[in-house]
């Protein structure tokens, strides 16, 4: 029996004992493929250094796309050491943090971290993630850009040494030891202006501030050193371009035309701005028609009769000189000319021909081409002639009376008229606000000129309103409809000038293609966000929140979008130097954290 | 402060959607370990000199057992499933699911009156279920994290020999089954991962069996079987969640939900050799109702922008099972082996994280030993090699069980799995 009991309990455990698990023999082992994984630098700005939800703080270091890379690379390299500046452990530089989340109604509430105390503190040493916070091409050769904590980098002064305020990025760069590297370099050139609502123009160019574009000469220059120092190391690497920073949520998040109403709010909102401009439009009209008025009558009386007498006087004297005759006859046959009934019928229908064009050619409007030497005699005496000007000065405030007490009836309707026109003209040029029930675009500020004389205007499709927007007050029912500052929107030729520097200073980094030098074209890998995907079993898009790739501040990623970067990152790689560093899975890195 | 942002589509909600739309259960939940005797012989019975375990393969049979008899038995299903995310670049990331040990078990009871034509049964097996643990990690944990299918039929059978050399039976079949399943929700927050769980009770189901037995010739014998389909219909099942975040409590509240699952109808044909008094040999062939699983659809009591009532195709296709195995006799030891080839009923694209279907074989061996007249001891051990099986991203994409440019459902993972099994059982019969 005893024997039996063995067999069955044999069988019974075999199950378990043999019961390795199942094995899937085609699963790729990485290999390195042409390219030296020694050592991996990784060269870039906020968006490489793991920035999120408006801070840098451990947990988004630990799972920026240079640290999700070269934990990949470990699989080929198992030595390969991969240090970051990392923050204490705690809020880092500060982030945003959800507090409360309404989704049905699209509300939230977040909390700001406060940083930590000791954040800035000198952390020296040989990171192999360089990535600095806010650094643009341009500041990369810049001495002393780390040299405190004021007025440099403050994520730059962290990683300098006590005795090495003064060293430059790229001396940093230049002392690693990279035999392979990534750079981000190059977005926040163009990022910072955009993130200022285009106020602070293009450097270099008048009435421009510290945020501006960076002149495309500069960066070239400064993109050539760099590239000058990768050289020497003999370093390959990938070079990623700049996206085109107008379709990240900071920008998408609320339209051009979010401003929505509802049939009274509208009615209400468009009598009132019609309430602020149409007096200013009226007043404006009044004053000018007066003036033309009252110019026009002192023209006709204290002038016009005289220069058409002369004129005609002249021009018959011209004809008797050109005629043979001497000075003395060629005056008398004027002076008989002029009381003649040819003459003086003449007089008369130049006078008139005068009086009819003058108010066209008051308001600036062509006249028949003869009349132009008069009518420049015309001018020069309103610009010269003091007693001429006292008198419609004069002419003008006695209308302006009569007009105010009510007694020039037919003048009002001129003005009402005119007002009309002009409001017509103004709706028509965007630049009077009306509303309907539904979207309508915010209004804007906008310079003052002869053309929009009001200074507001409202937004156009296509324009964009900054995120930050939300952060202020500028949302809230008693304030949504007034204009908001340039600074909070961007426009057509803001957003112009944002692509056409991104595409020069993408052109720039593209040139250095090679061999040992790939390209990864950061904006394929935002339109592929934005266009949404499912990948690794998750959704992704541009969205704010929910889309999952862009944290908190709208602007940089998610943990999750840095895995998107870095398997961008890596599949590049692979394709171009034959290596096989295998991917992450997406959805192992998280996305918002939902209150 | 609060910040109103105007939401431009609530694509997040339809994410969530998204995932409850995976369904149940898949192929593969058949579970053919009724009778140790028959398990070691390449899973045959429909044809063999009956016992007790014919009341299941073949009431037909039950005539032409000698005497009356009581059958108990058990296996441990030790099953695992590999998965590799051959679907993306390069991927060396590789799954394998921890399954608890499956405990299927039969209990037959056969009797009829001394010199009687008639032989009376009861009896209770699982002919289905599945117990499959992916856990929280897996690529695919938004489809499926952990799934236990039980189906328990309790079964009556009467038999009559029609003539000296064919008999027939049938029986009445109650189906009483429950499921659990469980899966990761994308959401991410501080807390654990956020969890829903399905849990339900089938409504007791109804079917029957019936077979003929066929005595050819002292070396020949022929059965043949019919065991009808149940469908499991799931009423009043429990949805809960787990570590579900404040801002989404709303939208995450327990329900309840309904769906029907397809126990599928089987034919079996099946012939018994015995060319010496030592040696048997039998073949057969099973042909699987499958194509009763045409799609799995949840309805939910209460629905929101999250929840929602699902349907998702399953259009699987009728499928078939060939079988061959052997009994040696030598003094009170019976020496069995046998295998069997078992045809997936899933098409191209729908093959789910459930039970990843594929063509099987089954290797089996086993012992019977009597103690004496009236015990009779029989063991089986079933060793299952799934072939590797590769679903691509296009072919899902192809009948809509992945998300493409035109369609939003997710209801299986690509890529490769290859299924793992290894089965020791034990019956003991008593004979009287």
Redesign the interface.
């Known amino acids: 029996m005893n024997r039996i009991k063995n067999i069955i309990l044999a069988i019974l455990y075999a199950g378990l004992v043999i019961s390795c698990k199942p094995e899937i023999h085609d699963v790729p082992v990485p290999a390195t493929g042409g390219v030296n994984f020694k050592e991996y630098v990784a060269l870039g700005n906020s968006l490489t250094a793991g920035f999120s939800d408006g801070g840098l703080y451990l947990e988004v270091q630990q799972q920026s796309y240079p640290a999700i890379i070269a934990e990949q690379m470990k699989e080929i390299n198992t030595g390969l050491n991969f240090n970051q500046p990392e923050m204490p452990s705690g809020n880092g530089s500060g982030y945003f943090k959800l507090k409360t989340l309404d989704l049905v109604n699209g509300v939230f509430d977040f909390v700001i971290l406060p940083p930590d105390a000791t954040w800035t503190n000198k952390i020296p040493g040989t990171y192999q993630n360089l990535g600095i916070t806010g650094i643009r091409v341009r500041d990369i050769a810049v001495n002393g850009y780390g040299a405190n904590t004021t007025q440099g980098n403050p994520y730059f002064y962290r990683i300098l040494g006590e005795q090495e305020a003064n060293k430059s990025y790229l001396d940093v760069v230049s002392e690693s030891n990279a035999t392979f590297f990534t750079s981000w370099l190059g977005p926040n050139d163009v990022f910072e202006y955009a993130f200022s609502g285009g106020s602070d123009g293009i450097e270099g160019q008048p009435g421009t501030g510290i945020n501006g574009l960076t002149p495309v000469d500069d960066f070239e220059a400064s993109y050539d050193a760099f590239m000058n120092v990768m050289a020497g190391k003999g370093a390959s690497g990938f070079l990623m371009t700049i996206p085109d920073v107008t379709n990240i949520p900071f920008f998408t998040s609320v339209g051009w035309n979010a401003l929505a109403m509802n049939t009274e709010q509208a009615a209400a909102a468009t009598a009132g701005y019609a309430a602020m401009i149409d007096p200013q439009v009226e007043a404006g009209v009044a004053e000018a028609t007066i003036n033309l008025v009252a110019t026009d009558t002192v023209l006709s009386v204290g002038v016009i009769p005289d220069l058409a007498d002369t004129t005609v006087f002249l021009q018959a004297y011209q004809a008797a000189i050109a005629g043979g005759a001497d000075q003395a006859t060629a005056l008398q046959i004027a002076e008989d000319y002029v009381e003649s009934q040819e003459g003086i019928a003449k007089i008369a229908f130049l006078e008139s021909e005068l009086n009819v064009e003058l108010p066209a050619h008051l308001l600036g409007q062509p006249t028949s081409p003869e009349l132009d030497p008069l009518f420049a005699i015309i001018d020069e005496q309103l610009a010269t002639n003091v007693e001429l000007q006292q008198a419609i000065a004069q002419t003008r405030d006695q209308i302006t009376q009569a007009y105010e007490a009510g007694f020039l009836p037919s003048l009002e309707a001129v003005v009402a008229q005119q007002t009309a026109a002009q409001i017509t003209a103004l709706k028509a040029a965007g630049i009077y606000p009306t509303f309907i029930a539904g979207n309508n675009g915010f209004v804007i500020e906008v310079p003052v000129s002869q053309a929009n004389p009001l200074g507001i205007r409202q937004m156009v499709a296509g324009e964009l309103v900054l995120f930050s927007i939300i952060l202020t007050d500028e949302l809230t029912p008693q304030k949504a409809a007034l204009p908001k500052p340039d600074d909070l929107v961007l426009t057509l030729e803001e957003i112009g000038n944002i692509r056409e520097y991104t595409e020069q200073y993408n052109d720039i980094i593209e040139g250095y293609a090679s061999t040992n030098m790939g390209i990864l074209n950061m904006e394929v890998v935002y339109e592929s966000i934005q266009a949404g995907a499912f990948i690794d079993g998750v959704e992704v898009n541009a969205d704010f929140i929910q889309g999952g790739v862009f944290s908190l501040d709208a602007i940089h990623l998610t943990p999750r979008g840095y895995a998107i970067v870095a398997n961008s990152l890596i599949q590049a790689i692979n394709q171009k130097f034959g290596s096989t560093i295998p991917p992450v899975n997406i959805s192992d890195y998280r996305a918002v954290i939902l209150p | 402060?609060?910040?109103?942002?105007?939401?431009?589509?609530?694509?997040?909600?339809l994410?969530l959607v998204?995932f409850l739309q995976q369904t149940l259960m898949a192929a593969g939940y058949q579970v053919l370990l009724q009778g140790n005797r028959a398990t070691a012989m390449g899973n045959l019975g429909v044809g063999l000199r009956p016992d007790a375990s014919s009341m299941f393969f073949n009431p037909g049979a039950m005539p032409f057992m000698e005497g009356n008899q009581v059958m108990l038995g058990i296996n441990?299903i030790?099953s695992?499933?590999?998965?590799?995310?051959?679907q993306?670049?390069?991927?060396?990331?590789?799954s394998?699911t921890d399954n608890p040990?499956g405990t299927p078990f039969h209990a037959y009871a056969v009797w009829g009156p001394a010199e009687s034509k008639w032989k009376f049964a009861l009896g209770a097996y699982t002919p289905f279920g599945s117990k499959i643990s992916w856990g929280q990690?897996w690529?695919?944990?938004?489809?499926l994290d952990e799934i236990s299918l039980t189906a328990i039929y309790t079964q009556a059978t009467a038999s009559y020999q029609l003539l000296d050399n064919l008999s027939i039976g049938a029986g009445i079949v109650a189906m009483f089954g429950s499921v659990e399943l469980q899966r990761v929700l994308?959401?991410?927050?501080?807390l654990d991962p956020t969890i829903i769980n399905l849990q339900g009770d089938a409504k007791t189901g109804f079917g029957y069996n019936v077979g003929l037995y066929w005595v050819i010739s002292e070396k020949w014998q022929m059965g043949a079987s019919y065991r009808s389909r149940i469908n499991a219909e799931l009423e009043e099942g429990d949805v809960t969640f787990e570590n579900v975040?404040?801002?989404?409590e709303?939208?995450f509240q327990p329900n309840k939900f309904s769906a029907t699952l397809p126990l599928p109808s089987q034919f079996s044909l099946g012939f018994n050799f015995e060319p010496s008094e030592q040696l048997t040999l039998g073949i057969e062939a099973n042909y699987i109702g499958w194509s009763a699983y045409e799609s799995l659809d949840f309805n939910f009591e209460d629905e929101n922008?999250a929840i929602q009532d699902t349907e998702s195709p399953r259009n699987y296709h009728d499928s078939y099972v060939f079988h061959f195995g052997g009994e040696y006799r030598l003094n009170e030891f019976l020496f069995r082996a046998g295998t069997y080839y078992d045809l997936s009923p899933v098409d191209k694209g729908f093959m789910t994280p459930e039970t990843p279907d594929t063509n099987r074989i089954g290797i089996t061996a086993g012992?019977g030993?009597s103690l004496g007249e009236k015990l009779q001891?029989d063991?089986?051990?079933l060793y299952i090699r799934g072939q590797?099986r590769t679903q691509t991203i296009e072919e899902a994409q192809a009948v809509g069980t992945?998300?493409s440019a035109t369609n939003?459902t997710?209801a299986v993972?690509p890529g490769?799995y290859?299924?793992?099994a290894?089965?020791?059982g034990?019956s003991i019969t008593y004979k009287f």
């Open positions: 402060m609060k910040h109103i942002y105007h939401i431009r589509s609530w694509g997040g909600a994410v998204m441990l030790s695992n499933i590999a998965f590799w995310d051959s993306t670049l390069n991927s060396n990331e590789t394998v040990i990690e690529q695919g944990r938004y489809l994308p959401v991410t927050s501080d975040p404040a801002s989404l709303l939208l922008i012992l030993y001891l063991l089986s051990f590797q992945y998300p939003s997710y993972e490769t290859k299924l793992r290894y089965i020791p034990l």
